[in-house]
Nanobody, 126 residues
Framework: QVQLVESGGGLVQAGGSLRLSCAAS????????MGWFRQAPGKEREFVAA????????YYADSVKGRFTISRDNAKNTLYLQMNSLKPEDTAIYYC???????????????????WGQGTQVTVSS
């Protein structure tokens, strides 16, 4: 089992940057693909980015490609999301999730993920 705790959210002006972190408990963090999703009020949870358990492949939603960077440090059991050039439409609660490595890491379906954190709020003002 994996427990996830996000941090790093906050209020930032458009064009600014934030770095989110997701700390994982358990010795099996390195066995999971990891992903970031976000959910704005009244909307479904939306895929943002994913990274394989071996850190060999990365996948981004078109809406964040070129602005966001996902990374992980398996030795520190931590997942990151560097967000640059933020836009008001990036405002949402951001969640990290763990996906069993037997599943396709390019899935954009939140229901496929096995574990979730509690989320961290990101607000981008115009």
């Amino acid at each position: 089992q994996v427990q996830l705790v996000e941090s790093g959210g906050g209020l930032v002006q458009a064009g600014g940057s934030l770095r989110l972190s997701c700390a994982a408990s358990g010795r099996t963090f390195g066995s999971y693909h990891m992903g970031w999703f976000r959910q704005a009020p009244g909307k479904e949870r939306e895929f943002v980015a994913a990274i394989t358990w071996l850190v060999s492949s990365i996948y981004y939603a078109d809406s964040v490609k070129g602005r966001f960077t996902i990374s992980r440090d398996n030795a520190k059991n931590t997942l990151y999301l560097q967000m640059n050039s933020l836009k008001p439409e990036d405002t949402a609660i951001y969640y990290c999730g763990a996906l069993a490595r037997t599943k396709r890491f390019t899935t954009t379906q939140a229901r496929e993920y096995d574990y979730w954190g509690q989320g961290t709020q990101v607000t981008v003002s115009s």
